[in-house]
């Protein structure tokens, strides 16, 4: 069956769909704020992508004491430690982005000029720090690019990061769209859950942590983006799944 209603808007998850920025970025940057703060925790490879179930920084920091380390959160200090932690670890991984560490994944940049061609309106909903999301768009796709984005849906800006549908409800107030006019483009299961739970069709590009989650209800499911243009999206979101 069609869809009745036109693709207006494209709606990006950040990590794990525009850059692979897990493994090699946030982790990397997790670590070294845990050195810096003289903290004896290491998070490797395997390790985060168990953490990974959890999204958001501070909330995984926590995630992850409560597992591997109960006494540090029973620090009168904990939550204050956390925040400035994490603090720490955004300034770490913006030096890395700055640094052109993270390149965006394939057809990511192509999609994004297609789009902008087509008229088609661009947002974001990630829960990483909003920060993260300006300056790897400077970074990795232009110095301008952040601008291309009507709707930046970032962070704390919702009080329940994904799986919860709350910063899709947020970025489709903004955009003032009814979900059915716009494609997200996601790289997890929590993301799709968040995107589904706001009743938005999406499409999946599986990276190395998510390639073997569950992502029933998805449009598609892709390893990346490099077949993939405009006009495959549009027929996509063009035939109703559900
Ligand atoms: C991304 C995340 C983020 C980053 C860390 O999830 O979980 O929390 O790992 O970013 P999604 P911060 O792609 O589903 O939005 O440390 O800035 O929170
Ligand atoms: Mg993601």
Known sequence: MLRAMNLQALIFDVDGTLADTERDGHRVAFNAAFAEAGLAWHWDVALYGELLAVTGGKERMRFYAERHDPAFLARADA????????????????????????PLRPGVARLIDEARAAGLRLAIATTTTPENV????????????????????????????KPAPDIYHWVLARLGLPAEACLVLEDSANGLRSARGAGLPTLITTGIYTAGENFAGALAVLPDLSGTGLADIRLMHGIKNS
Do not use: C
């Open 79 to 102: 939550d204050e430690t956390i925040k400035t932690l994490h603090a720490i670890k955004t300034r770490h991984y913006v030096a890395l982005l700055e640094g052109g560490g993270i």
């Open 134 to 161: 300006t300056t790897l768009l400077k970074a990795s796709l232009a110095p301008e690019a952040a601008n291309w984005f009507e709707v930046i849906g970032a962070g704390d800006i919702v009080p329940k990061k």
